[in-house]
């Protein structure tokens, strides 16, 4: 079949490898397998997949680090898998250009969901660079830098729309506290988080028919947010 | 005239500052703080003092007999030898001889003498000032020896007193350069201990904020025991040399400080060890624990998953259902024990050191329940939180396992379609509640206290599975948030309370910059 999705898998443990191989074919997936860091780099850069899962703790070479590697030249999402006690490791996934994570072990179901987001928002995102972005009833034109919530105008501060700007261009991706930091506040904010509540509250407040019950502006606990694009 | 040059005497810039000396010393005080005065004040304090001891005897003479004056000029030789010296006594001895000699014995005026019994007078005060002066002379300096001691007695019983019970180098070393500091009127003192078992370097200066000048110090003292050398203490002051009692005393200092070094440091490996002794039983407690926990959830996968490939089961029977729902459940139980026991290796091994940032209870609770969720279907929660709660700064991920685990021990014990619930509230400013709570049935009061015990369990270790480490791990890391986190019976149910400070500084979350609404 010609429009099988291409997913690479690159991962150290066999038994995983076996497993999600066989799955995903059930699903029809097209699937390469890697068991190193190395191998994995060489798979993509000879076979672009349109999406890579990507064990973090491998030896030599670790998944952080073939994240970094991938960013360079590609954009092409990442979904990383990371284990209990592994926190840190997949944050710095993320911060480095991870679109997504899951942690081990998961159901394949989950496994799935997010493949299937990694890829419509993949897909969105190689059409022409758009200057609106829309998601439900919010609609967000990068030209006139102008909001609308079911038409209506909506007014945000410079801040607020910035961030907004930030999480709705790379839409379905986590956003690490930091990422959103460095990239709507500067550098030198990466450590307040408060902020970022801050902000995320007034958004919702502005966006969400319940702010306390979002579906736009989802929080990752612990991790980030993410602007998401119903199916 | 003779008033005149006496004045003139006590004028005298050197004098004047040796005579705030003497009444500096009179009174009590530190005396090395204050430099002993050189042999030439001395000697002109014992010229000034006969000089005085002459002016008044000259203007009183004619109501003195011949008797009185010479015993009269054996004060100022008694006080210089006695307050400075064998030297300044010989010579105040002198001066008196020759004072006495040319202003009350005849021919006045002259250095010769008329009557022998005159002359046998003289030599006999002669001898008799010598004598006393030498005598006082040696009890003086036998005296300033005496109190140099005690001092040194004193000093050394502070900084011993200072240093006992201290089990850290540093706190050692901050010690031992502040009381050099003090005791040496140093410019600046540094305490290097280097080469310690865990390799640090501990680098201790006086006062603080100062950094060693490039010149070589005025003193150093080896900080040394019969086992090793262990660093050294440097001391710069102007440029004023150190005299051999000070060095004595510096010595003393760096010997008594180095043995302070070597038992903090024996202190610390001791620790060690018994740490790892201790670390090494729960390993063996661990191991009986978990091999048999681990072994069930196996058992029941094994099982199931080995009768679903034998075919004996129908494909769409609900006992394939069944099956596959227990390798599922029994999955996620056996993750659960595997994650237990890594978070309580991480807190034995002292490992846990919280990421602080301002976290949101709300978000908290949110992530620990989607962890819960899932195998409790026949449970419902309720989670009432205040909206104006404070941000807290913890570390999230360490938070989210209390949580975690505080609410599957709330489910495991709830009664089957019974609630969870969730509340918190800021009793003050500083600090946030949190309460998790099920409907199950009370824990004897006994039990309330021990159940954050490691393997401390209320019921029968067959009735409910776990390692008996949840709880202990929430204390652990609670505690290492600078909280606290206790049990307590409701009148309908069970109840986990955790109290956690908003900051451990006390400080409250930084207020975003100013943001203007656009136009």
């Known amino acids: 079949m010609k429009n099988q ?61 073939v994240c970094a590697r991938l960013r360079e030249w590609t954009q092409l999402p990442i979904l990383v898998l990371s284990v209990r006690g592994g926190e840190r490791d997949k944050v710095a996934a993320l911060d480095v250009g991870a679109d997504d994570y899951l942690t081990k072990p998961f159901g394949i179901e989950e496994l799935l969901a997010r493949i299937r987001v990694g890829l419509r928002h993949a897909a969105l995102a190689k059409g022409s660079p758009s200057v609106v972005i829309s998601s439900g009833p919010i609609v967000i034109d990068l030209s006139t830098r102008q909001v609308t919530l079911d038409g209506a105008a909506v007014r945000l501060t410079p801040t607020e729309y910035r961030l907004l700007a930030y999480l709705s261009g790379h839409a379905g991706r986590v956003l690490t506290h930091q990422t959103l930091l460095a990239n709507v506040w500067g550098d030198e904010y990466r450590g307040h988080t408060e902020y970022l509540r801050v902000y995320i509250r007034q958004l919702r407040k502005k966006l969400e028919p319940d702010p306390d019950d979002p579906q736009i502006l989802l929080t990752e606990p612990g991790i980030g947010y993410r602007f998401v694009t119903p199916e | 005239m003779l008033a005149g040059s006496a004045r003139s005497i006590l004028l005298h810039p050197g004098l004047l500052i040796d005579i705030a000396w003497l009444t500096s010393s009179l009174s009590t005080v530190d005396p090395l703080a204050m430099q002993t005065p050189s042999l030439r004040s001395r000697v002109l304090l014992a010229v000034a003092c006969v000089s005085g001891t002459t002016l008044v005897l ?61 002359l046998t007078v003289l030599l006999a005060f002669f001898a008799v000032a010598i004598v006393i002066s030498q005598l006082m002379g040696m009890a003086q300096s036998g005296l300033a020896a005496a109190k140099a001691r005690e001092r040194e007695a004193t000093r050394l019983f502070e900084l011993s007193t200072a240093l006992a019970g201290l089990h850290d180098e540093k706190e050692v070393a901050q010690i ?66 150190f005299s051999p009692a000070e060095e004595r005393l510096l010595r003393t200092f760096a010997s008594q400080g180095a043995l302070a070094l070597e038992r903090a440091n024996l202190a610390a490996s001791e620790t060690r060890a018994r740490v790892l002794e201790e670390s090494d039983r729960l390993k063996s407690a661990l191991l009986s624990s978990v091999s048999h926990e681990l072994r069930t959830p196996l058992a029941t996968i094994k099982a199931s998953a080995s009768s679903l490939l034998s075919g004996a089961v129908g494909w769409d029977s609900d006992a394939r259902q069944d099956l596959l729902a227990a390798i599922d459940e029994e999955a996620d139980h056996l993750n659960r024990l595997v994650g237990n026991l890594l978070d309580m290796s991480r807190i034995e091994s002292g490992a846990l050191k919280p990421d602080r940032k301002w976290n949101a209870i709300g978000e908290i609770i949110d992530g620990a329940m989607a962890g819960v969720r899932r195998p409790t279907r026949e449970h419902q929660f309720e989670i009432r939180l205040p909206k104006d709660l404070p941000l807290i700064e913890v570390d999230y991920f360490l938070m989210e396992q209390v949580f975690s685990n ?92 955790v109290r956690l400070p908003v900051s451990p500084t006390g400080n409250l979350p930084p207020a975003p910059p100013e943001d203007l609404e656009l136009a």
């Open chain 2, 176 to 241: 031992i350069a502040r009381l050099t500091f003090q005791e040496f009127l140093a410019d600046g003192v540094e305490v290097g201990v280097e080469g310690l078992d865990d390799g640090q370097r501990v680098r201790e200066r006086q006062p603080a904020g100062w950094s060693a000048p490039d010149r070589t110090p005025q003193a150093v003292g080896d900080l040394r025991t019969a086992r090793r050398t262990w660093g050294a203490i440097r001391i710069w002051r102007g440029t004023t040399t």
């Open chain 1, 5 to 65: 999705p291409h997913i690479l898998v690159i991962d150290d443990e066999p038994q995983i490898l076996r497993a999600l191989k066989t799955i995903l074919r059930e699903r029809d997936f097209r699937v390469t397998t890697a068991g190193t860091g190395e191998e994995g780099l060489a798979l993509a850069a000879a076979e672009p997949p349109d999406l890579v899962v990507l064990d973090l703790s491998m030896p030599k070479m670790d998944g952080i680090e």
């Open chain 2, 58 to 118: 000259y203007a009183i003479r004619s109501a003195l007999g011949p008797a009185l004056v010479p015993l009269l000029y054996l004060l100022p030789v008694g006080l210089s030898a006695g307050l400075w010296g064998l030297t300044a006594g010989i010579v105040a001895a002198f001066a008196a001889f020759m004072t006495f000699n040319y202003f009350f014995i005849e021919p006045l005026y002259t250095l010769s003498v008329r009557h022998t019994s005159d």
């Open chain 2, 406 to 497: 505080l609410l599957s021990n709330c489910v495991k014990y709830a009664p089957a379609g019974s609630t969870v619930h969730v509340s918190a509230e800021a009793p003050s400013a500083e600090a946030v509640e949190v309460e998790v709570w099920n409907e199950g049935p009370p824990v004897p009061e006994e039990h309330l206290g021990r159940i954050f015990d490691k393997f401390y369990r209320v019921t029968d270790a067959d009735r409910v599975t776990g390692t008996g480490l949840g709880l202990s791990i929430c204390k652990g890391i609670v505690e290492a948030h600078g909280g606290r986190i206790w049990a307590r019976n409701r009148p309908d149910g069970f109840a986990f309370h």
